[in-house]
């Protein structure tokens, strides 16, 4: 079975951010925040990454 990704806005709804936060975080290569997969020119990520990464900076 495929895996679900989510889209840039999915991700700002889930985490209470703002776009302009995400990109900030892509762009920013201190925070390792996961590269997303570009597709038709939009940002997705696959909702284990994003869980993951999540999961350990909590840690």
Request: glycine letters at 8%; one cysteine or more; aromatic letters at 10%.
């Amino acid at each position: 079975m495929l895996e679900k990704h989510i889209g840039t806005a999915e991700l700002c709804e889930r985490i209470g951010v703002t776009r302009v936060t995400v990109h900030r975080w892509i762009n920013n290569k201190e925070m390792g925040f996961p590269r997303p997969a570009l597709i038709g020119g939009k940002n997705f990520w696959p909702e284990s990454v994003i869980a993951e990464f999540f999961a350990n900076a909590r840690a």
